[in-house]
């Protein structure tokens, strides 16, 4: 009996054991699935920066970008661009220099050079002001609530310079149904051939371009 009771004491103990060992493999399989990212896993707002090759994309965030005082501002800036970006202004639509702007390249905040668009993401609204279906860089690009006329609109602004760009809004199309609504004013164009000369070279890979391309070639 004893024999008997010692027997099924040490099957239980195994038993116990095995369904541990079981259990925690179990959970460690689960975790590594459920952390992994797969681009099932990624959001629908994707960005142009993600088209990047993977080396380009993790130098997009080395630059430092910083917004100069007011008094550089009024130095650098024309009048209109200083009264968007610093007093939350509105160019007058049809009349500004990139709504019907159709080459390639990238836009950057006039006051902090930050990367905002590409023209990859660029389509005609018919709103006058150039619009875009998502950020280049989507961390230098945040919004906030604005209820200056009233209604509650999502303002758009940069990270680092802080700069009023414009408005979102969800009427734009496919595939991200956004629709960000720009000044000209408040941004700087540089086109294709220029981004490796003003230090932007990493973006030529969106154009299928190469880091050796020059300008003016």
């Known amino acids: 009996m004893e024999i008997i009771k010692m027997t099924t004491t040490i099957a239980t103990i195994t038993s116990v054991a095995i369904a ?6 179990g959970a460690t399989v689960m975790n590594r699935s459920h952390n992994s990212t797969t681009p099932a896993n990624l959001p629908r707002e994707a960005t142009a920066a993600a088209q990047l090759p993977e080396s380009t994309a993790k130098q997009s965030s080395a630059r430092t970008y910083m917004k100069p005082s007011d008094s550089e501002l ?6 209109l661009q200083y009264e968007v970006t610093q007093h939350e202004g ?3 639509p049809f009349h500004n220099e990139y709504w019907d702007n159709h080459q390639d390249g990238i836009y950057v905040d006039v006051v902090s050079g930050e990367p905002l668009f590409s023209s990859l993401n660029k389509f005609e609204s018919g709103t006058g002001w150039p619009s875009f279906t998502r950020p280049l860089e989507p961390e230098n690009v945040r919004t906030r609530t604005d209820r200056k006329l009233f209604i509650a609109r999502n303002e758009v602004r940069s990270a680092h310079g802080d700069s009023h760009l414009g408005h979102l809004f969800k009427d734009g199309p496919a595939p991200t149904g956004l629709r960000y609504c720009m000044n000209s004013a408040s941004m700087r164009f540089i086109p294709v051939d220029r981004l490796e000369a003003q230090g932007y070279g990493k973006y030529l890979a969106l154009f299928g371009k190469t880091a050796k391309m020059k300008a003016g070639k």
Not at 20 to 25: E, L, R
């Open 74 to 79: 009024k130095k650098k800036l024309t009048k």
């Open 90 to 92: 509105t160019e007058t």
């Open 20 to 25: 541990a060992v079981i259990t925690t493999a």
